[in-house]
């Protein structure tokens, strides 16, 4: 996707930042939204992250007027917009199914919210010229939507949104009618898009991937309720509970029990190994051992690690590293070691040694 006009051809003024608080969305007696609280910068890429049934969706929706809440509040620049018809909001959506008109040509199809707007025909036609230069696909305005690819459809509908100049973005699921090879391209379009519009949006995807490549920070959604908000990076290090960090990336998760007090505490690990708790960490209630694949080693020690027995379950060989499978007790964990051309690979129904550091550990609960 490449610009062919200045981008402020399109841009909506200054970028807005959206405040939600306090809100609670109910469908009848069921508890969909549980007192959301979220504060999203001007100009930031934000993502709603979680599996389905989480409430990332119709959070969105809510935003854009289409759901309705009985508590809290949602300020885009500075004005409450709970109670404000959707019409009325300025917000950009793009769909999950995109939604175009089949009978209308590309030029048309972006056109339509404009002309809905009664812009004057002038007015209509730089927008949508505007619009398809900056998506990059000012050469095929004249054909039906039939008669593009997954990713040019998508381009149009992304095109017909930004056309009306909207105060804010909104992507639900936009990438997933895509294949693969297409989804990493197209993302990567979207967030040079979002850069050189400046504009603030939210990016709804319950795929993990998606959200940690393209978004500045991300909210964490389960059963309704947001369990984190932080960067990926920050996410992905230091998850706050076991969901977290389950969905965040492949985590190892043992159980045991806390032993000892003060600077001799440690944890016993079932299925054999005890793991000092380094000084000043808090171990919550019931919680678990998380740790990383890539932050253990296996059939040596580090200076400074620790000993866990294990037996070698499986392994894949996974080209820049092997990713094993070792039984600790009824546990599984997995382990990714670097693999270097000459390597002997470790075999299934081998004993073995991890080696995993205490300070690259954490103890999370639910």
Known sequence: MTANINSAALAAGPAKAISISDVNLYYGALHVLKNINLEIQ???????????????????????????????????GGQDVLDMPAWKRDIGMVFQSYALWPHMTVAANVAFGLEERRLPRAEVDRRVKAALDLVGLKHLADRRPSQL??????????????????????????????????????????????QRLQLTTIFVTHDQEEANTVCDRIAVFNEGSIQQVGTPMGLYEKPANLFVANFLGTANILDGKVAGSGAARSFEVVGGGSIPIPSGTEVPEGAKLVFRPQYATIGSLEPGAVALEGIIAHREFLGATVRYGVRIGAATVLIDAPFHSGDALLEPGATTTLGLKPSSAQWLAH
């Not at 993502?47 to 885009?76: D, E, H, M």
Request: aromatic share 4%; glycine share 10%.
């Open 42 to 76: 001007p100009g930031e890429f934000f993502a709603f992250l979680g599996p389905s049934g989480c409430g990332k969706t119709t959070l969105l929706r809510l935003i854009a007027g289409f759901n309705n809440a009985r508590q809290g509040k949602v300020v885009i």
């Open 149 to 194: 690819s997954g990713g040019q459809q998508q381009r149009v509908a992304l095109a017909r949104t930004i056309a009306i100049e909207p105060k804010v973005l909104l992507l639900d699921e936009p990438l997933s009618n895509l294949d693969a090879k297409m989804r990493v391209e197209v993302r990567r379009e979207l967030r040079e898009l979002q």
